[in-house]
């Protein structure tokens, strides 16, 4: 990663519009620029009161620099490069949507709808086009391009992580290895997750449509955690990852460590 050297670094947002550009638009486009560097800067433990402000706008084209600013009793070593790591995320965000790259999918809901929202002056601007990079100590870091055309594409792969994520997957699965690493002591669901290995090897709610399995789990005076459990359960996924198991039937328990 190229580091700009100690002279204040900038975020350059040039718009090229082939059409006139709704201020509604801009000024949305500009608050999820806001708002995604905010969430940068608490996720990755730096300058967490900074935010962007406007430092200048130039005439011709749309251009915007924008500036990192911090509380006056914030050290200056503290606020340096953090627009350069800014860019280099954002350029990593804007390539992994639009190649539609695996990677996409790790992407936060909060920077998906942050991301639709500020190409959505360009993607809406037949022939229009926008350029991010940093800018600093006669340095500049080209962050990412976009076209309408890329712009519409971004947006569209944004929300197709979106919609992925908030649709559930289900598959019902028969004489299932069931076994607990947290139980609590009532009769609903909250708290008790468990594992079974073939789907995941990490603990997962449990959710019991079999009132005879939870019975089986809490009325023994014996250790739990120390029996498994042979079930058909519906296991449940959000984006391809499994979020719970729904215990649909119960079949019988056994002690882990017998032969």
């Known amino acids: ?3 700009l050297g100690m002279e204040e670094e900038y975020l350059d947002i040039h718009i090229s519009n ?3 550009v709704s201020l509604a638009d801009l000024a949305d486009s500009m608050n999820a620029m806001a708002s995604e560097f905010h969430d940068f800067c608490n996720s990755h433990e730096c300058n967490c009161n900074a935010e962007l402000k406007v430092k200048e706008i130039r005439k011709g084209s749309i251009e915007l620099l924008l500036v990192s600013s911090v509380p006056m009793l914030v050290p200056i070593a503290e606020n340096f490069n953090t627009i350069v790591q ?8 804007f390539t992994s949507l639009a190649t539609r790259s695996s990677e996409r999918e ?3 809901l909060s920077t998906l709808e942050n991301v639709k929202r500020i190409v959505a002056t360009t993607a809406k ?3 229009g086009s926008t ?3 940093v800018k600093g100590n006669n340095n500049t870091i080209n962050v990412y391009r976009f076209g309408d055309a890329d712009g519409k594409n971004i ?3 944004a929300q197709y992580v979106i919609d992925t994520a908030r649709l559930p997957e289900k598959n019902v699965f028969v004489k299932q290895i069931l076994y607990f690493k947290q139980i609590r002591d009532s009769k609903d669901n909250i708290g008790d997750r468990a594992v079974i290995e073939d789907f995941s090897k990490s603990p997962k709610k449990v959710v019991y449509v079999d009132p005879d399995f939870k019975k089986a789990v809490i009325s023994s005076s014996e250790n739990v955690f120390d029996y498994a459990f042979l079930v058909d359960a519906e296991v449940c996924r959000v984006a391809g990852k499994v979020v719970a198991y729904r215990v649909l039937k119960f079949h019988e328990r056994f002690k882990i460590d017998e032969d």
Request: charged content about 20%.
């Open 155 to 157: 947006s569209e792969s």
């Open 125 to 127: 601007d037949a022939g």
């Open 106 to 108: 790790s992407i936060s």
């Open 1 to 3: 990663m190229y580091i």
């Open 131 to 133: 350029e991010i990079s």
């Open 86 to 93: 800014f860019g280099c995320y954002l350029r990593d965000v």
């Open 18 to 20: 082939n059409s006139m």
